[in-house]
T-cell receptor
C-alpha cells in the first residue's frame, strides 16, 4: 500500500514563471492538504481539498491555487513566482472524518526560485 | 487563533538516555488534537504520536510518549532510550475542531543524539 507520493522531488524555476506540483494521497484517503515550509521554519497551511473543492485556505495570495481530481489526487499551482516562494512544499492526506489522528505527509517537493 | 510554541531550538542527548521536547499551545477550543512529527534532513514529515484533547490517558507509541497536561496547555514529547537515528527536527502541531485537518505547527526543535 503506497503512502503519500509527490512529484517532482526537486524543481528550479525563475521569477515570474509558473509551477505545478502534484500529490497522490494514501490509499483510502479523500482529503489533501498543502503546506509550505520555508527553510528553518515549521510548515504553513496553504489550503485543503475535499470532493474536488477547496474547503479551507490559509493566509496565502491568489497566486496559489489548486485542484483535486476524482481519484483524490491533487495539484498545487503557483503563478508569477517570487524568490520568497522558494520552500519545501508538503502534501498531507487524510480522511475528512475520523479517525482524526491520521494525517500523513508525502516526501515533499523542494522548489527553488532563482 | 491557535498557536504552538516550541521554546527549544536545539537539544542534545546522549545515546540511550531519555529526552523531553517541550510544546505549549494556545487555543480557546475545547476539542483539539496534538501531534508530534519527526523531520529528518531528507524532508519527509514522519508522524510519531497523537493526543486528543478528551483522551484521559497520555498517548504512547513505542519509545515515544506524550506528556499531556491540559490545564497547563502543554504536550511534551518524551523519547526514551535515544538512538542515533533519532537525530532530526521535531515539530509539535495542533488541529482544532473548526477544521480537523488543518494543522498549525510550532517552529521545531533540532534534536542531536550523541554517541
Amino acid at each position: 500500500d503506497a503512502g503519500v507520493t509527490q512529484s517532482p522531488t526537486h524543481l528550479i524555476k525563475t521569477r515570474g514563471q509558473q509551477v505545478t506540483l502534484r500529490c497522490s494521497p494514501k490509499s483510502g484517503h479523500d482529503t489533501v492538504s498543502w503546506y509550505q515550509q520555508a527553510l528553518g521554519q515549521g510548515p504553513q497551511f496553504i489550503f485543503q481539498y475535499y470532493e474536488e473543492e477547496e474547503r479551507q485556505r490559509g493566509n496565502f495570495p491568489d497566486r496559489f491555487s489548486g485542484h483535486q481530481f476524482p481519484n483524490y489526487s491533487s495539484e498545487l499551482n503557483v503563478n508569477a513566482l517570487l524568490l520568497g516562494d522558494s520552500a519545501l512544499y508538503l502534501c498531507a492526506s487524510s480522511l475528512l472524518g475520523p479517525p482524526y489522528n491520521e494525517q500523513f505527509f508525502g516526501p515533499g517537493t523542494r522548489l527553488t526560485v532563482l | 487563533a491557535q498557536k504552538i510554541t516550541q521554546t527549544q531550538p536545539g537539544m542534545f542527548v546522549q545515546e540511550k538516555e531519555a529526552v523531553t521536547l517541550d510544546c505549549t499551545y494556545d487555543t480557546s477550543d475545547q476539542s483539539y488534537g496534538l501531534f508530534w512529527y519527526k523531520q529528518p534532513s531528507s524532508g519527509e514529515m514522519i508522524f510519531l504520536i497523537y493526543q486528543g484533547s478528551y483522551d484521559e490517558q497520555n498517548a504512547t507509541e513505542g519509545r515515544y510518549s506524550l506528556n499531556f497536561q491540559k490545564a497547563r496547555k502543554s504536550a511534551n514529547l518524551v523519547i526514551s532510550a535515544s538512538q542515533l537515528g533519532d537525530s532530526a527536527m521535531y515539530f509539535c502541531a495542533m488541529s482544532f475542531s473548526g477544521s480537523a485537518r488543518q494543522l498549525t505547527f510550532g517552529s521545531g526543535t533540532q534534536l542531536t543524539v550523541l554517541p
